[in-house]
């Protein structure tokens, strides 16, 4: 079935220096992936669809300038948080549609654990 | 706009109990219904999904059926074990494909 690839799996960076968490879609092509974000013991918030050679639809209240999402070929979107603070820690979930098995093909990333320290 | 309303957590149960989680669901037209599993340090999984009424998802003797008349898509299973053990999350998909998540319910199942 539908692989989605996410890397890293953990991360600590210091505060001000920016990450990039990687997506990717290893056996199909995804015109569209999802960003996701998700606090301890909280459901998943969507913070932005990336789409293929366009810009990225950002959710109300999350910060495109911090949160920038760069979806430069079929089977890569890549997630970067800049100047990352404390407050940016969290685990961040990608997740990809193929387009081939219509509005229930999403296959969801392991996920990236960022620690700000 | 779109919401999953899910019954809250954590809940206990011994192996072989009958698991039981409600959803139910505010939507525009006509969504399709999920359930995904969520195991510790992990991404999420589809477990089960339905897209049109009265549709029964089923899968690792989960089952769930969507109800236009009562917009909800409840969760169960017969027969817990203990690797049954993770978050549970109740999601649906509209016209624009993005999905929508309920809270999630921890479930633990104890031996």
């Known amino acids: 079935g539908a692989v989605v690839s996410q890397h890293p799996s953990r991360v600590i960076c210091k505060s001000g220096t920016s990450v990039k968490i990687e997506c990717r879609s290893l056996?199909?092509?995804?015109?569209?992936m999802f960003w996701y974000r998700q606090f301890p013991k909280q459901s998943l918030m969507l913070m932005a669809t990336s789409n293929e050679g366009s810009k990225a639809t950002y959710e109300q209240g999350v910060e495109k300038d911090k949160f920038l999402i760069n979806h430069a070929s079929l089977t890569l979107s890549t997630l970067t948080v800049t100047s990352a603070h404390p407050e940016d820690s969290s685990f961040y979930i990608c997740?990809?549609?193929?387009?081939?098995?219509?509005?229930?093909?999403?296959?969801f990333g392991s996920g990236t654990r960022l620690t700000v320290v | 706009g779109d919401s999953v309303t899910q019954m809250e957590g954590p809940v206990t149960l011994s192996e072989e109990a009958f698991l039981t989680i409600n959803c139910t669901y505010t939507?525009?037209?006509?969504?399709?219904l999920f359930w995904y599993v969520q195991y510790p340090g992990e991404g999420l999984q589809l477990l089960l999904k339905a897209t049109k009424a009265d549709d029964k998802g089923s899968n690792k003797g989960f089952e769930a059926t969507y109800r236009k008349e009562t917009t909800s898509f409840h969760l169960e299973k017969g027969s817990v074990q203990v690797s049954d053990s993770a978050v549970y999350f109740c999601?649906?998909?509209?016209?624009?494909?993005?999905?929508?998540f309920g809270a999630g319910t921890t479930v633990t199942v104890r031996a």
């Open positions: 997740s990809a549609r193929d387009p081939g098995t219509s509005n229930y093909g999403y296959t």
């Open positions: 999601a649906l998909s509209s016209n624009d494909y993005k999905l929508s």
């Open positions: 939507a525009t037209g006509y969504p399709s």
């Open positions: 056996d199909f092509q995804a015109t569209t």
